[in-house]
């Protein structure tokens, strides 16, 4: 079984609308959940940080924990075709020092 | 602020070869990672330093080393070269261990032929 483990896609979604990702993972020590976002070409993007039950917004971003579940979430309002890219789920090992990610799930914002 | 820098941003190698690639940490932070992302995948931990010693280490052969200086930048080693190192190396810098957010470098493209 996968650590990290997310929907390659593509997530395809009209501008403006709301694009939802998700995550699981299988450690459950783990303490600390990232989103990263990933354009071709380029290195990793730290857009969003969550550590406890709940919901954590920034801006249009919206992070969802649920560790009973083992699930993470990226929720995107008024998604722009900017946000078009690959975003990486990354959950801190039990170890503490690495973060796993999963592959990633791209997504496609059509004007 | 200064953000974490990476060197080369591209490099060819030959099989075999030995590569060192170069990284310069975010103002602030005394922690780096290093990870290799495959093309398709998510990064992959290789190892972590805090204050000049391996920290942690991932899943990957000997012949991957490393080091930290005192001002915290860090290299990192590859010996006898595969065509399966063939990957982009990212370096990461956090203000801490464990759980502390980590940022990213651009990366350096090592490509061996």
């Known amino acids: 079984q996968k650590e990290v483990e997310q929907n390659s896609g593509p997530l395809s979604v009209p501008e403006g609308a709301i694009a939802s990702l998700n995550c699981t993972y299988s450690?459950?020590?783990?303490?600390?959940f990232f989103w990263y976002r990933q354009y071709s070409g380029k290195s990793p993007e730290l857009i969003m940080s969550?550590?406890?039950?709940g919901d954590q917004e920034d801006g249009r971003f919206t992070a969802q924990l649920n560790k009973a579940s083992q699930y993470v979430s990226l929720l995107i309002r008024d998604s722009q075709p900017s946000d078009s890219a690959t975003y990486l789920c990354?959950?801190?090992?039990?170890?503490?020092?690495?973060?796993?990610f999963g592959k990633g799930t791209s997504l496609l914002v059509t004007p | 602020e200064t953000g974490v820098t990476q060197s080369p941003t591209h490099l060819i190698k030959t099989r075999g070869q030995q590569v060192t690639l170069r990284c310069s940490s975010q103002?602030?932070?005394?922690?780096v990672s290093w990870y290799q992302q495959a093309l398709g995948q998510g990064p992959q931990f290789i190892f972590q330093?805090?204050?000049?010693?391996?920290?942690g280490r991932g899943n990957f052969p000997p012949r991957f080393s490393g080091l930290q200086f005192p001002n915290y930048s860090s290299e990192l080693n590859v010996n006898a070269l595969e065509l399966d190192d063939s990957a982009l190396y990212l370096c990461?810098?956090?203000?801490?261990?464990?759980?502390?957010?980590?940022?990213f470098g651009p990366g350096t493209r090592l490509t061996v032929t």
């Open positions: 969550i550590y406890s039950n």
């Open positions: 330093y805090y204050r000049e010693e391996e920290n």
């Open positions: 990354a959950v801190n090992a039990n170890s503490g020092y690495a973060l796993n």
């Open positions: 103002s602030g932070h005394n922690t």
């Open positions: 450690d459950r020590g783990s303490q600390s």
């Open positions: 990461a810098s956090s203000s801490g261990t464990g759980l502390y957010e980590q940022y």
